[in-house]
Structures are given as structure tokens and as C-alpha cells.
């Protein structure tokens, strides 16, 4: 069971760690693009979309980690 736990615990951190990456790498093109004159309102909601669903990921993780200790 350890064995398993410990493989689902790195598959989730791997997730999370890629999460964490994309929304850095989006939100870094903000505000190149708000001072280009484009609107970023759209950008913005799908970093809050993007920011939930890590939310989500570390949720995961926690149950993962809290049902095998």
C-alpha cells in the first residue's frame, strides 16, 4: 500500500508543480499585453480558471495523503 500511496503522491505533486509552471508562464504574459493595449480580461478568467483547478490538485493530494496515514 506504501508503495502505491507513494507513487499517487508523486504523480500529484508532478501535476501540481506543472499547474504552479502554466499559471506562472500565463500570468507573466499579462501585463506585456495590457501594455500593448490588448485586453486581458479574458486571459485573467482563465488564470482564475487555471488557479482552481490547482486548488483542486492539492485538495487531491491532501486526501490522498490524509486517507493512507
Known amino acids: ?3 502505491e ?3 499517487k503522491l508523486a504523480q500529484a505533486d508532478s501535476r501540481i508543480e506543472e499547474a ?3 499559471i506562472r508562464q500565463v500570468e507573466s504574459l499579462v ?3 495590457a501594455a500593448r493595449g490588448v485586453s486581458t480580461s479574458e486571459l ?3 488564470i482564475d480558471l487555471m488557479s482552481e483547478a490547482l486548488y483542486h490538485l492539492k485538495e487531491q493530494r491532501r486526501l490522498i495523503h490524509s486517507t493512507c496515514h
Open 31 to 33: 501585463p506585456e499585453l
Open 5 to 7: 500511496r507513494d507513487l
Open 44 to 46: 485573467e478568467g482563465h
Open 20 to 22: 504552479e509552471r502554466n
Open 1 to 3: 500500500m506504501s508503495l
